[in-house]
């Protein structure tokens, strides 16, 4: 395996696991001990998508994918 491959590996993981955690506390913001509107929370989802879409754009745009 290559040294490119391996520290993709190794870091992407570790990214990856930051994120999720992170996506996972903005979701305890829906309980009871919070208050907001609708439009909000449609806001905050909006701007994670658009940070996902944005990523995979960047992935799709150098198309390096590795069989």
């Known amino acids: 395996m290559s040294e490119k491959r391996e520290k993709f590996l190794s870091m992407s993981g570790k990214r990856k696991e930051k994120a999720v955690k992170a996506i996972s506390t903005i979701g305890n913001l829906s309980t009871p001990a919070y208050e907001w ?13 658009a940070e996902l879409d944005a990523v995979r754009g960047r992935f799709e745009r150098t198309r390096r994918w590795k069989a």
């Open 37 to 49: 509107e609708k439009a909000e929370v449609e806001q905050l989802l909006a701007d994670l998508q």
